[in-house]
């Protein structure tokens, strides 16, 4: 019994390594008003809907990761003739989800996903960069999904914008077109849209966070209660700026819906089919 409470204690701290379960609190306030959830929403909504609009009656969803159920909702919203499950590590993220959604919610891993039926669609919107072996868990959904399903992946992008705020929101890595687009194949995935987005933001998001490490390198001390101040400073709703950028990403998010491939951006949109 104690071998089995052990392995459950380290199982629940390499959780924890993977994501800071007390963001979700922060998240929940501002998740529906902040620029960059709307328009993230927006673009996966109409992906959602372009992806399921020939799917029979009684379809299958899966979210994966879906902490605060801010996306399930727009999932939910989305596809009214589907069924759609959110899953996540946290019960933290899943008490928030119950408030926000009446789908299904399950906490689980996605190393043993134990599901017994297949998925037409599978999303995974800013997960697998929290993963060690994202390879790992790409092939996991990819056994997941139906024959032809499909997997919408939103990603960070470019290891350039590294910061403090990778740090504290326990990222791995981020992702340029090629890395992503190549282990898609690799587990089997043919690619039909890959994209970056949140173009908009891209400079200012450069600008701000060299700035502000350069200043936390000279003005403060290089800590993890330091760099979590300056996370939630990105988090901050000021309004006449989150005005002006919902309405700039509101223009680039129909742009991506039309499937057009953006030059730059500060992250990436995948979908892409399971062919095997």
């Keep these: 019994m104690r071998s089995v409470a052990n392995a459950r204690e380290t199982r629940q701290e390499s959780s924890r390594q993977s994501y800071d379960p007390g963001f979700f609190s922060e998240l929940a306030r501002i998740e529906n008003k902040h620029f960059w959830f709307r328009t993230r929403n927006q673009v996966i909504a109409t992906f959602t809907e372009q992806i399921t609009k020939n799917l029979p009656d009684g379809y299958r969803i899966l979210e994966v990761g879906c902490g605060t159920g801010n996306v399930l909702r ?10 759609v499950v959110g899953m996540d590590l946290f019960a933290e993220g899943l008490a928030f989800a119950r408030t926000r959604t009446s789908c299904p919610l399950v906490q689980g891993d996605l190393k043993r ?4 039926v297949q998925f037409d669609l599978i999303g995974a919107f800013d997960v697998v960069e929290h993963l060690p072996d994202d390879v790992q868990v790409l092939c ?21 914008l590294w910061s403090y705020f990778d740090e504290v929101s326990h990222h791995c890595r981020r992702y340029d077109r090629a890395d992503l687009r190549q282990k898609l194949e690799h587990c089997s995935f043919k690619v039909e849209f890959l994209s970056q987005f949140m173009a908009s933001i891209y400079p200012l998001l450069y600008l701000a966070r060299r700035i502000r490490s350069v200043r936390h390198r000279v003005y403060g001390t290089n800590s993890a209660g330091s760099d979590r101040e300056l ?41 892409a089919r399971r062919v095997q």
Excluded: D
């Design 74 to 83: 727009a999932l939910q919203q989305a596809c009214p003739r589907g069924v």
């Design 113 to 116: 996903p134990g599901f017994g």
């Design 140 to 160: 996991s959904i990819h056994s997941m999904l139906k024959p032809g399903g499909m997997l919408l992946l939103t990603v960070p992008a470019h290891q350039s």
């Design 231 to 271: 996370a939630m400073k990105e988090l901050r709703i000021l309004p006449v700026v989150n005005g002006i950028l919902t309405f700039l990403l509101a223009q680039e998010a129909k742009l991506i819906g039309q499937r057009r491939v953006l030059p730059f951006g500060t992250s990436i949109i995948a979908a």
